[in-house]
């Protein structure tokens, strides 16, 4: 027989090449099974089971966007926004106009509360998609969120116009035209704090309290100031109105519209007498009376908004404007109401039951927050604002040492919270702990309008037997309520409601 010595490596080679032919077959046959079963387990909400099994696959099969991009979505929707978001990036550099990964992309930011990055993505994606109305809600959100409230306020025009019915929308749209109203004030008041202007301001803000007398002072001071101002005769035409003066309100409405007629310029006054209020805003500078017209038309742009709000079915958008109307007021219990009424519409959701709270705790009704401050507490417990708010509570319902480690956990987690310094201060005085209670105290002290403070320190100073400072910060609480005192006592004789000077 001939002997070939190369029988034996051929036959090696041409055995293994056959294996691999097999085996193909095989791997793509389990890759697929996987694949199966992932997708299964995501139609499930199996989303933690999932990764794995993608992770797999990606590994198997690299560079698969396909793949890859599922893997992500099963991340994110496990809960792990942060994982899911190199994914999504890897997406997008293959398939930079992927809807998908876009989508995912911003929603992972907003989800780790990184507004400042969702915003690109979701730029992106409605300039790929324009009609997408979630994603440019999402964008307008986005925006609000780290303060572009001009640029908001552009989607949510848009979004509004898409849809006229879109609750959130118009929500989103006078809450954007509020900031920037805000925003002309604050300069405003940077720029010319003594200015006419800014107390023209003022008192459109006390009208819009229904806080009629105050609202009435501060138009009479701009008006003094400046008797050419437009905006305050019809200001006080609005205080002589609701205060069933009708005579003295038609007079000072003529004299609004004789100063209206002269108005001919495409200035932002004359934009706003026109009732052009947009133009108006945008066409506003810097000076002081181009600041006061933009933050008048977009406090009147956000009174728009909120009035076609007003006209569409309930919504949690039209309980929660209801409800920060009766904050305004200082109405809290009535606010409370309209937050529950919000939950019912949404349930469980933890926005509005962190609102509920707060009107709770604002209108003193501690029996109630507190069982929810509990519950909430449990669910999140590194919450320094609700230790703050259920100890409060605890010591406004005369159980200083039950509040204690709610307040002390507080300021652990948040140390520059002098309201929680007040609290724990005024609960360690009322368990015979002056000076533990000394320090806090004294860091509220800014936070005392009433005195008490000054009044609770100086006990506590005088239980510690430093009656020379005990002294001072009595003199100081005495002080404080007489000038409290005097202060009302002007503010009543000064906010007289009287007819209009006869020119």
């Known amino acids: 027989m001939f002997f070939n010595p190369t029988a034996g490596p051929l036959f090696s080679t041409a055995a293994f090449l056959l294996l691999l032919a097999v085996a193909a077959p095989a791997q793509e046959n ?8 992932a997708k299964q387990l995501m139609s499930q909400g199996r989303f933690e089971d999932a990764i794995p099994l993608y992770r797999h696959l990606v590994n198997a099969v690299p560079g698969n966007p396909g793949l890859i991009l599922n893997l992500g979505l099963a991340q994110e929707m496990a809960g792990h926004p942060a994982d899911a978001i190199p994914q999504f990036e890897a997406v997008l550099k293959a398939q930079p106009n992927s809807v998908p990964a876009l989508t995912s992309l911003g929603m992972a930011q907003l989800q780790l509360n990184q507004p400042s990055r969702a915003i690109a993505p979701f730029q992106k994606l409605i300039a790929v998609q324009p009609d997408n109305r979630d994603a440019r809600g999402m964008l307008a959100g986005a925006l609000s969120a780290v303060g572009r409230s001009a640029e908001a306020a552009v989607q949510y025009r848009k979004l509004s116009a898409m849809d006229p019915s879109d609750a959130k929308a118009w929500y989103g749209l006078g809450k954007s035209y509020e900031s920037l109203a805000a925003q002309a004030f604050d300069r405003l008041e ?50 002589y109105e609701k205060t069933g003066h009708a005579d003295w309100a038609a007079a000072e409405r003529r004299r609004e519209q004789s100063l209206a007629s002269n108005c001919q310029t495409q200035t932002a006054e004359c934009l706003f007498a026109k009732g052009k209020l947009l133009e108006a805003a945008q066409a506003a500078g810097k000076s002081p009376a181009s600041l006061l017209w933009a933050a008048k038309a977009y406090n009147d742009l956000a009174l728009q908004a909120f009035d076609r709000l007003g006209a569409l079915p309930e919504s949690v958008e039209i309980h929660a404007l209801k409800a920060e109307i009766f904050r305004g007021h200082h109405q809290y219990l009535e606010e409370a109401n309209e937050w529950r009424a919000a939950l019912k519409i949404a349930p469980g959701d933890s926005r509005l039951t962190h609102e509920l709270m707060v009107s709770l705790f604002s209108g003193h009704d501690y029996q109630t927050v507190i069982p929810m401050l509990q519950a909430a507490l449990k669910e999140e417990p590194d919450s320094a604002e609700d230790q703050f708010m259920l100890g409060t509570s605890l010591l406004r319902l005369q159980q200083p040492e039950k509040s204690l480690p709610y307040l002390e956990s507080a300021l652990r987690k948040q140390p520059n919270m002098p309201a929680a310094d007040a ?66 006592d002007d503010v009543a004789k000064e906010a007289q409601i009287t007819a209009p000077v006869q020119n």
């Open 30 to 37: 389990q890759l697929a099974l996987e694949s199966q079963q």
């Open 423 to 488: 609290s724990l201060g005024m609960a360690l005085a009322l368990i015979n702990r002056p000076a533990d209670a000394i320090p806090h105290l004294e860091r509220a002290l800014t936070l005392d309008e009433d005195g008490s403070l000054h009044y609770q320190l100086a006990r506590a100073f005088q239980a510690q037997g430093n009656t020379q400072r005990a002294r001072e910060l009595m003199v100081k609480y005495q002080q404080i309520q007489k000038q409290n005192q005097e202060s009302k």
């Open 190 to 239: 940077k720029t010319a704090p003594e200015s006419p202007y800014v107390l023209q301001l003022i008192g459109d803000s006390q009208v819009s309290r229904q806080q009629y007398r105050s609202a009435f002072f501060f138009y009479k001071q701009a008006m003094e100031k400046m008797p050419s101002l437009r905006g305050v005769h019809s200001g006080l035409a609005e205080v």
